[in-house]
């Protein structure tokens, strides 16, 4: 296999000092992440953890009825499989790619045998872990107390920070069901962030017009999952 040409773009793999990236480096394949791929299924066994390089997949859970609701958002910050190296090889939840784009992934048994050297490699996972039950835990308080307007807000600027640009290609029913609500609350919140000059929305592309005013809109939650990310995962180093 030649080397994937979208080597560290994943910020979990560029935090690696050199010992590490060089071991799992011959473990790494390129691979496209078209939107609508779905990575796992529910209880399903997992035969290899993702690295999203340009992507950004959602982990949905899925209720009996078919229903379903977002509970985080994975990009180029992170990676997707962490029950590989928790415990258990399965997960309650869908990964399901919103936004096209590249990614890397590894073997199952090969994250297990680097996670289990207790080294640089096992300390950066166990912060993006914590990183992200903090993102879990702040979109289940959002969803219960804050309005549709904020959630979106919050939803739009976490989706844009794991993407290198200001516009995210999304259709309004997508939206609703990574939300858990009803096309026509999308359809309306959306509209009134485009009328205060925070977003153009057209054909299913969103374009950023005021990112600042878009944070002012937001809850406290997007605030939160920012700064736990930016305490816990490394600007260069995992140490």
């Given at each position: 296999?030649?080397?994937?040409?979208?080597?560290?773009?994943?910020?979990?793999?560029?935090?690696?000092?050199?010992?590490?990236?060089?071991?799992?480096?011959?473990?790494?394949?390129?691979?496209?992440?078209?939107?609508?791929?779905?990575?796992?299924?529910?209880?399903?066994?997992?035969?290899?953890?993702?690295?999203?390089?340009?992507?950004?997949?959602?982990?949905?859970?899925?209720?009996?009825?078919?229903?379903?609701?977002?509970?985080?958002?994975?990009?180029?910050?992170?990676?997707?499989?962490?029950?590989?190296?928790?415990?258990?090889?399965?997960?309650?939840?869908?990964?399901?790619?919103?936004?096209?784009?590249?990614?890397?992934?590894?073997?199952?048994?090969?994250?297990?045998?680097?996670?289990?050297r207790s080294g640089p490699v096992m300390h950066l996972?166990?912060?993006?872990?914590?990183?992200?039950?903090?993102?879990?835990?702040?979109?289940?308080?959002?969803?219960?107390?804050?309005?549709?307007?904020?959630?979106?807000?919050?939803?739009?600027?976490?989706?844009?920070?794991?993407?290198?640009?200001?516009?995210?290609?999304?259709?309004?029913?997508?939206?609703?069901?990574?939300?858990?609500?009803?096309?026509?609350?999308?359809?309306?919140?959306?509209?009134?962030?485009?009328?205060?000059?925070?977003?153009?929305?057209?054909?299913?592309?969103?374009?950023?017009?005021?990112?600042?005013?878009?944070?002012?809109?937001?809850?406290?939650?997007?605030?939160?999952?920012?700064?736990?990310?930016?305490?816990?995962?490394?600007?260069?180093?995992?140490?």
């Amino acid at each position: 296999m030649g080397a994937p040409s979208n080597l560290r773009k994943n910020h979990l793999l560029d935090a690696l000092p050199e010992p590490e990236w060089q071991r799992l480096l011959p473990h790494l394949e390129s691979v496209d992440m078209p939107l609508g791929l779905v990575l796992y299924e529910p209880g399903s066994t997992l035969s290899h953890v993702y690295f999203p390089t340009s992507a950004i997949v959602s982990l949905l859970y899925v209720m009996q009825n078919g229903a379903s609701a977002e509970i985080a958002v994975v990009g180029f910050e992170g990676l997707l499989g962490i029950s590989l190296f928790m415990g258990g090889d399965s997960t309650p939840s869908r990964a399901v790619v919103q936004s096209a784009g590249q990614g890397l992934r590894m073997k199952a048994q090969a994250i297990k045998d680097e996670f289990k050297r207790s080294g640089p490699v096992m300390h950066l996972l166990l912060r993006y872990t914590q990183a992200l039950i903090t993102q879990m835990s702040q979109t289940a308080v959002c969803n219960r107390h804050h309005s549709l307007d904020q959630q979106l807000c919050r939803w739009l600027l976490l989706s844009l920070d794991r993407l290198r640009g200001q516009e995210l290609v999304m259709t309004q029913e997508l939206i609703a069901n990574m939300l858990g609500v009803r096309r026509e609350g999308v359809t309306e919140s959306a509209l009134k962030l485009s009328q205060a000059g925070l977003i153009r929305y057209a054909r299913g592309h969103i374009t950023v017009l005021d990112r600042p005013g878009l944070e002012r809109r937001s809850c406290e939650c997007y605030a939160v999952v920012k700064e736990e990310y930016k305490r816990l995962l490394p600007s260069i180093l995992a140490v």
